[in-house]
């Protein structure tokens, strides 16, 4: 074991020589990061499989404050020194932080301007993956698929690319490499390339640290993308179907580290739908380690999951029912019936589990106001029925992503929106042991835009965050941009994106 100056305890020995150096860069803090598996997984490939040296560094800020370069957690120097600067980007709404991370360390923003000593900035994950489009004049190489099969050959061909020091050259090599997208010089992303879970190790932890969601916890992959296809979930559309890691896989990883820790999280899309989740479940169990879950489905809930979770000492559950009818919950592709979230309330009372948070979103296509009354109803009914459980209910507006059934369909507008949250709200209004958040839907309203935005979107970003990252400098930015306010762009349908 290695133990880190920051109180981090790291499960391999970093390599301090390699012919490349890599800084990999998070863009959110280093809590979010640290939480996600991507990084991870892409740490321990590039260090333990591709002999570079990487270093990892966090975006904390997205003020505007363009005035301090990013600067690597092991080395503190700024990313603008490494050879390749490589971004792991989970979610849309971190965009604007790349763009700050690159211009305040002095990177030129464009790849086709970049010049010849400066790294080569290459990106990847699920959000990239899924439309590279809206930063792709800012990579280098953005990988469409999935790490295992991608980095190494990507990163030999970075290696020669930074002898050779010549960019248009660099990006010839690069674009030979499966998977691999070049933007400057290909019209359409590749095909995915997905790994085989056969042959990889499941992504895991190699850091643990107390300052992340889950403290001190070995995360382990149980699958990689879902079976169902929610019309709505561009990762259920495009990662397709499921595949399951096996039980000695899993549990070979959990006994190779399980000194080091006393907690392990199984992550996957959905985690109770592994056909071994009850056999995974109660081996780590048995095994003395506590256990908790990122997802379940409530129509594909085995029992022993629960029991074994209840076992280990959890004492919450996640449910994902999106919205309060089985009329809508059908036509958004994820029919879940009324009766299976009762089930796993159920479940969760009968092995003496606490809370329970609920996932819900407004702004549905096809949704009418009774759908969203419908909500407080269901979780009256709930309450009322489960006397010892507390729910904490969280909301979002409705995002169309692309790659899914509703990408044409277009977000709501802004009072519409406004008008369904507060209608939500009434319908949750007095019920005794009940927590609403609700996401913010400008917040949301940038998710659409940088999901179904095109390659136009880096220059809104560089533009508001000129003006100070503020929501209003988005409406600014996108009608200078864009040519139509930024509400209209995400309303409207995009046929010819298609
Ligand atoms: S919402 Fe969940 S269950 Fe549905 S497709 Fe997406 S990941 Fe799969």
């Known amino acids: ?16 020589s390699g012919r490349l150096r890599v800084a990999l860069v998070y863009p959110n803090s280093y809590f979010v990061g ?78 086709r301007e970049r010049k010849p000593l400066e790294p080569f900035v290459i990106g990847g994950g699920a959000a990239l993956t899924i439309n590279p489009e809206p930063l792709a004049d800012l990579f280098d190489a953005i990988v469409i698929g999935e790490a295992e099969v991608i980095m190494p050959q ?11 020091r010549d960019r248009m050259q660099a990006w010839e090599e690069l674009a030979q490499v499966q998977g ?38 070995f995360l382990i992959e149980v699958a990689r993308g879902c079976s169902f296809k929610c019309h709505y979930c561009a990762y259920g559309n495009r990662y397709h179907p499921a595949r399951h890691f096996r039980y000695e896989q899993v549990l070979d990883l959990v006994r190779r580290y399980r000194k080091m820790f006393a907690s392990v999280g199984l992550v996957s899309a959905v985690v109770s739908a ?37 076992r280990s000492g959890s004492i919450s ?27 796993g309330a159920a479940l969760a009372e009968k092995y003496g589990m606490r809370y329970i948070k609920l996932y819900f979103m407004f702004g549905l296509p096809n949704e009418s106001d009774e759908d969203i009354i419908a909500i407080g109803e269901l979780v009256r009914s709930l309450v009322m029925r489960f006397k010892r459980l507390h729910f904490t209910i969280s909301a979002c507006a409705f995002v169309p992503k692309r790659h899914t059934k509703f990408e044409l369909l277009g977000m709501a507008a ?27 839907i400008r917040m949301s309203q940038l998710q659409a835009l940088f999901s179904i935005g095109d390659r136009r979107m880096l220059s809104v970003i560089e533009k508001a965050i000129a003006d100070g990252n503020s929501f209003s400098a988005y409406r600014k930015a996108a009608v200078e941009i864009l040519g139509c306010a930024f509400e209209e762009f995400i309303s409207q349908r995009h046929p010819e994106m298609k």
């Open 317 to 343: 559950m996640t449910i994902a029912p999106e919205t309060g009818t089985e009329r809508l919950r059908a036509a958004i592709g994820k029919p879940i019936k009324d009766e299976d979230i009762f089930r």
């Open 1 to 16: 074991m290695h133990v880190h100056s920051t109180g981090e305890r790291w499960l391999f020995r970093p390599r301090q």
């Open 414 to 440: 802004g009072s519409e929106l406004e008008r369904k949250r507060k209608l939500l709200v009434k319908s949750l209004k007095g019920i005794e042991r009940v927590k609403l958040s609700v996401e913010s």
């Open 274 to 310: 592994h056909p071994e989740i009850e056999r995974i479940a109660w081996a780590i169990v048995e095994d003395g380690l506590r256990l908790s879950i990122s997802s379940v489905r409530a129509d594909v809930l085995p029992e022993g999951l629960i029991a074994a979770l209840s």
């Open 154 to 164: 990507l990163l030999q061909a970075l290696e020669r690319a930074i002898t050779a």
């Open 34 to 111: 640290m939480s996600n598996l991507g990084i991870h997984a892409v740490l321990r490939l590039t260090d333990d499989e591709c002999a570079a040296i990487c270093e990892r560094a966090f975006v904390e800020v997205s003020s505007g404050d363009l005035s301090k370069p990013i600067t690597t957690l092991e080395s503190n120097r700024s990313i603008s020194s490494f050879d390749v600067v490589a971004f792991s980007v989970s979610f849309e709404g971190d965009y604007p932080n790349i763009v700050h991370a690159l211009l305040s360390s002095g990177i030129t923003l464009r790849a």
């Open 180 to 217: 691999v997208y070049v933007p400057q010089m290909m019209s359409y992303p590749p095909t995915i390339a997905f790994a085989d879970t056969r042959y990889i190790e499941p992504a895991h932890s190699v850091i643990l640290t107390s300052s992340t969601e889950f403290a001190d916890t």
